[in-house]
């Protein structure tokens, strides 16, 4: 069984700070991966995708970059954190046979 | 521009009746139109979820129904339960990309 982790669980962050989000999957090879922000009490918006290792594309601009440095590795990152950038942040995984994307448990982020 | 719109954004029904989710998108390239429920604190689950070629989608006590032609879809939850209590998002999807709708809040009073 596929399994998906997101790391760390929670963060709280100066602002100006910089960010590294991660997450992971198990049991999958060549997963479609996607980062997704979720604002408190608000809906989901996609941030990245990424087919491909080493291939990242943009879904909205929000001053943070993805990377894919292994085939079961997703990376999100900023160099300087906003207050805009607080939020729930979810890593979600799509094999060919289902199109919905499935979610990790997400990383609560605080930037104060 | 919003993509996909939901309604209501809340709703509360009495436990057994059927609670009904609705959206609406503008894409008619859309293939894809899944259904999550978000429990406080947690993730997003997948409930179910239904492409253009079909108009309905039961899965035990959630139905989708599709409208091509309108570009509407709901969601019906039959025989409702406290447990059914959470934030519902209704998505579309062009393969990579998914737009969510704004989330209802369903609440289901014993």
């Known amino acids: 069984a596929q399994t998906i982790h997101q790391w760390p669980v929670a963060e709280i962050k100066a602002v100006g700070s910089p960010l590294s989000l991660g997450c992971t999957i198990k049991g999958k090879s060549s997963p479609n991966l996607y980062w997704y922000w979720q604002a408190t009490g608000g809906t989901l918006q996609q941030l990245f995708y990424?087919?491909?290792?080493?291939?990242v594309e943009s879904v909205v601009q929000l001053n943070l970059s993805a990377s894919r440095p292994k085939d079961d590795q997703f990376i999100l990152s900023t160099e300087k954190l906003l207050l805009s950038h607080s939020g729930f942040y979810l890593c979600a995984w799509r094999d060919n046979n289902n199109q919905a994307p499935l979610f990790g448990e997400g990383t609560r982020l605080s930037v104060l | 521009q919003q993509q996909v719109r939901q309604s209501p954004q809340s709703l509360t029904v009495w436990e057994g009746e059927t609670a009904i989710l609705n959206c609406s998108y503008e894409d008619s390239t859309f293939d894809y139109f899944p259904w999550y429920h978000q429990f406080p604190g947690e993730s997003p689950a997948l409930l179910i979820a239904?492409?253009?070629?079909?108009n309905k989608k039961e899965d035990g006590r959630f139905t989708i129904f599709f409208n091509k032609r309108e570009k509407k879809f709901s969601l019906h939850i039959a025989d409702s339960q406290p447990g059914d209590s959470a934030t519902y998002f209704c998505a579309a999807s062009n393969y990579n990309v998914l737009y969510f709708g704004s989330g209802t809040k369903l609440t289901v009073e014993p």
């Open positions: 239904i492409r253009p070629v079909s």
């Open positions: 990424s087919i491909t290792v080493g291939q």
